[in-house]
C-alpha cells in the first residue's frame, strides 16, 4: 500500500498549489492552456473549452502553463489581455504566490484536523519502569500516578521533566528527589536519586509516561494550529539559515527518500500522517518561494528586478533562465534522489 499512499501524499501537495496558481490566473483573465499533474507522457486528459486538464506519468511535480509564458504549439488564438506578461505586476505576483500559499493553507487544515481528531498528549503517569535505573531500585512502577516531586504538585510532564533533570547539574552533584505517586487509591512517597544523563545535561530516573488522546474544540484548534505553522515557518527559515552557514547535519532527500518517510508516517498512524503532510506542504511552499530561477520565488524576482528598472526584460530572455533553472533543478533532484539510493542501501 506504501506506492498508493505516497501518489495520494503527492496528489494532496501538488493539486492545491497548481490549482492555487489556476484560479487566481483565471480570476485576473489569464488564459490557461494546461493544468498538469505530473511531468512526461500523458495517461488522461480533459479537453475543456479554454483549458486542457492532463495527468502525466511522473507524478512529481506539476504546472499550469499560461499564455505569455509558454506559447510553444498553440494553435488557438489568445488576445493581448490574456497574457500573463501584459497583466499588472501585483497581479502578476498574486498568480506566482497564490500556489504557495495553497500549500500554506492546506497545512494549517491539516495541523487543525490533528487537534480536532485528537493528539497524543503525555500525562505524568509512569507507562514503562526501566530495570536497573534509579526509578526501579527506588521502588516505582507501571501506572504509578506522579502527584508531586519535592512537594511541587505536578500538572504536566514537562514539569516532573524539569525538576528531576535540575536535581543532577552535574556528573558530580546527584540530589534526591521525593516523588509522591498515587498506586491503587493509596499515596506514596519515594526518594529517588537521579543519575546524570549527558544527552539531557541532567538528571534521569529512567522511566516512560503514559500518553492520552487530547482533543480540542474547534477555536482552541484553528489557533493552536496557526502556532504550530508560524513554529515551522521559523524552524524552516533558521534551518536555511544554518544552511548557508555551513551547519553540519543537515541532510536533502528527494522523492524516493520521501517515499520512505511517508511509509513510516504511515505505519505510525493517521496523527502522525496528517502532521508530516502539513510539515511537508510547508516547506514545498517556502521552496517555491526561494529566489532561483524556475521558481515560482524567481518569477517574483523578475517581477522585483521590473519594477525597479521601470520597464519588464525581455520575455524571451527570461524564459531561458528559466529553462536553465529547471535543468539545474532536475539535476539536483538526480543528486539527491543518487544519494537516497546510496542511504538506503547501506
Known amino acids: 500500500m506504501t506506492p498508493i499512499w505516497v501518489l495520494l501524499v503527492f ?95 492546506l497545512a494549517i487544515f491539516l495541523f487543525c484536523l490533528v487537534f480536532l481528531l485528537g493528539v497524543s498528549s503525555p500525562i505524568p503517569r509512569i507507562k514503562e519502569v526501566l530495570p536497573g535505573k534509579p526509578a ?44 509522591e505517586i498515587e498506586r491503587n487509591g493509596k ?37 493552536k494550529s496557526f502556532s504550530l505553522f508560524l513554529t ?12 548557508f552557514k555551513g551547519g553540519q547535519g543537515i541532510t536533502f532527500t528527494g522523492p524516493i527518500g520521501i517515499a520512505k518517510i511517508t511509509g513510516e508516517a504511515v505505519s505510525a498512524g493517521y496523527q502522525y500522517l496528517l502532521n508530516f503532510i502539513g510539515l511537508f506542504s510547508i516547506q514545498l511552499g517556502i521552496f517555491n518561494l526561494l529566489p532561483f530561477p524556475a521558481l515560482d520565488g524567481g518569477r517574483i524576482l523578475f517581477i522585483l528586478i521590473e519594477k525597479l528598472r521601470g520597464k519588464p526584460l525581455e520575455t524571451r530572455k527570461e524564459e531561458i533562465v528559466h529553462w536553465i533553472g529547471l535543468l539545474i533543478l532536475f539535476f539536483l533532484m538526480l543528486l539527491v534522489t543518487f544519494f537516497d539510493i546510496q542511504r538506503l542501501s547501506k
Open 232 to 243: 515551522v515557518i521559523a524552524l524552516t527559515f533558521s534551518i536555511i539559515g544554518m544552511l
Open 11 to 105: 496528489a494532496l501537495l501538488i493539486i492545491p498549489h497548481e490549482f492555487g496558481h489556476f484560479i487566481m490566473s483565471r480570476l485576473f483573465g489569464i488564459r490557461v492552456y494546461e493544468f498538469s499533474i505530473g511531468f512526461g507522457p500523458k495517461i488522461f486528459e480533459i479537453k475543456g473549452k479554454k483549458t486542457r486538464y492532463v495527468i502525466r506519468m511522473i507524478p512529481l511535480g506539476g504546472f499550469v502553463r499560461m499564455a505569455g509564458i509558454d506559447d510553444l504549439n498553440e494553435k488557438s488564438t489568445v488576445s493581448e489581455e490574456e497574457k500573463f506578461g501584459n497583466k499588472a505586476p501585483w497581479k502578476r505576483f498574486l498568480v506566482l504566490f497564490s500556489g504557495s500559499l495553497m500549500n500554506f493553507i
Open 187 to 223: 499515596i506514596i512517597i519515594l526518594e529517588v536519586v537521579p543519575e546524570w544523563e549527558e544527552e539531557r545535561k541532567g538528571g534521569f530516573i529512567g522511566v516512560a509516561f503514559d500518553y492520552e488522546i487530547k482533543k480540542y474544540p474547534l477555536l482552541l484548534a484553528i489557533k
Open 136 to 179: 526501579s531500585i527506588a521502588g516505582l512502577q507501571p501506572m504509578d500516578k506522579i502527584i508531586a516531586i519535592n512537594g511541587i504538585k505536578i500538572k504536566n510532564v514537562e514539569d516532573a521533566i524539569k525538576i528531576i533533570r535540575e536535581a543532577v547539574p552535574n556528573p558530580q552533584i546527584r540530589n534526591s528527589v521525593k516523588i
